[in-house]
């Protein structure tokens, strides 16, 4: 199995406290329980979680339901209006049955199971082939409170997420992602209408930079075990290539750059072979001459998957769905098209981890009403 493939599965399986399928069990057996051999109705379940676990429990009902229980839609039937919640650590299902035609009251159940919040569940999806590169597995988590502006990987094990507020970091625990910490940047921060962050991170020294558009000064952050703490400010975030280091321009989400081969505004930046975007959308490398011809376009993030290919977000306008781009290096100055990978919600940021012959590559997703999730893929370079 491949690497990815073992850890992008529902967090509910992670340990049996956290199981969905125990919750499912425990759900189906109160319908058999209470139906008593009599036809049932299912309606979707009123999910108040905000994290889209519905679904993938009435499908784990529905199945523990199979020859024990008749599901119809017409007739004498007894109908399971049913809704979700979080309350505190536990997982709670409680249903209202009533007896279809009549309306009468059968039975009110519930049944609940130990959560953790902590957990940041990952909903697995099937992995899918792109031209000249495969998509072995990939994964998107719930809606998570907060708008993620930067994502960067620390180690096999750990994912920071820098919202436009705070900084968190999440430990792969199993098959999840559990967060270890989370820290406020400090401020005042700013009013801006579409935040921009960055993060720099330094595995070797246990440490990242980040800044975002929001807070005045970029902050060094150190991780000592599995706690985040601001040890440092400086005026400008330290970055390869621009002995001044970058600094958003006030109130955007545009980096000021002064160096070699770009002199801002830029919209992204990636540290290891300085490819950056431009304002308008231009894809450049720090320091190369002007490429021969119209340059390729790119959205407002960028992260190197493995040398010689960069994953970028797409030009596009913002929309429902949303593509990553990725691009082959062909030259100091020029890039051209590999793949593309279509997702759903407009991509805010992007990460990638090498991971032997694949790659993990994590991107922040904006959905229409402002919500953001995490997807995660493996790649790798089809041969």
Not at 63 to 90: D, F, I, K, N, Y
Not at 200 to 214: D, I, K, M, N, V
Not at 294 to 304: E, I
């Amino acid at each position: 199995m491949r690497a990815l493939a073992a850890v992008l599965v529902l967090a509910a399986a992670a340990t049996p406290a956290t199981s969905l399928g125990r919750l499912a069990d425990a759900i189906a057996g109160e319908i058999v329980r209470v139906s008593a051999g009599r036809p049932v109705a299912l309606p979707p379940v009123e999910d108040r979680t905000g994290s889209g676990l519905g679904v993938d429990l009435d499908a784990l009902v529905r199945s523990r339901l199979e020859g024990r229980v008749a599901v119809a839609t017409s007739g004498p039937r007894l109908s399971v209006a049913a809704a979700l919640a979080a309350v505190g650590t536990r997982l709670v299902w409680s249903a209202r049955i009533v007896e279809e035609p009549s309306g009468s009251v059968v039975d009110v159940v519930s049944v609940s199971g130990a959560w953790d919040p902590g957990l940041l569940p990952l909903i697995r999806s099937r992995g899918a082939g792109e031209e000249g590169v495969d998509v072995l597995d990939r994964a998107t988590t719930p809606p998570i409170e907060g708008r993620i502006v930067a994502l960067a990987f620390m180690g096999d094990e750990r994912l920071l997420v820098l919202f436009d507020d705070a900084l968190a970091l999440y430990r792969r625990d199993g098959l999840a992602l559990r967060l270890e910490s989370r820290r406020d940047l400090p401020g005042p921060l700013a009013g801006v209408r579409f935040p921009g962050g960055v993060l720099l991170a330094a595995e070797s020294e246990s440490a990242c930079w980040a800044l975002t558009s929001r807070t005045p000064r970029a902050v060094l952050f150190t991780l000592d075990g599995n706690r985040l703490t601001a040890t440092h400010q400086a005026d400008a975030l330290p970055w390869p290539r621009v002995a001044a280091g970058v600094r958003f321009r006030a109130g955007t989400n545009l980096l000021d750059v002064a160096g070699p081969g770009a002199a801002g505004p830029l919209l992204a930046m990636e540290p290891e072979e300085g490819w950056v975007v431009g304002a308008d959308g231009a894809l450049s490398r720090l320091g190369a001459p002007d490429p021969e011809g119209p340059p390729r376009r790119a959205g407002p993030a960028l992260a190197r998957v493995w040398p010689g290919l960069i994953a970028a977000a797409s030009p596009d306008p913002p929309g429902e769905r949303d593509r990553i781009l990725l691009y082959r290096d062909s030259g100091a100055t020029a890039a051209t098209a590999a793949a593309s990978v279509p997702v759903e919600g407009a991509v805010r940021a992007l990460a990638s981890r090498r991971h032997g012959a694949s790659a993990w590559l994590a991107a922040a997703l904006e959905d229409a009403g402002g919500g953001f999730r995490v997807a995660l893929f493996e790649v790798a370079e089809r041969k």
